[in-house]
């Protein structure tokens, strides 16, 4: 019976803070937000943005490594910006 309580207790511990992660709301993000963050928090962004834009007309054409280099190209001068702005 420990061997199995032990790693289910341990398992959860290493998934609470997965499940209290915040959503990310791609229409609130700003520039300087997105690249003020961690690298797992970054990719989040990348991730729910690359999803909110994909039935874009001229951005739902890209693949997701295109889509984040534009991404980043477009928030290099903006940094106040909201990143759904200045993608188009």
Do not use: W
């Amino acid at each position: 019976m420990t061997r199995i309580l032990a790693p289910s207790i341990s398992f959860a511990m290493l998934a609470l803070p997965a499940l209290g992660a915040s959503t990310i709301d791609p229409a609130t993000i700003t520039c300087k937000e997105y690249k003020a963050s961690g690298h797992e928090e970054m990719v989040a962004i990348e991730d729910a943005l690359y999803e909110t834009m994909k039935n874009d007309p001229k951005l739902g054409k890209l693949g997701q490594s295109a889509f984040i280099s534009r991404l980043y190209q477009v928030c290099r001068g903006n940094p106040d910006a909201k990143v759904i702005g200045v993608l188009h």
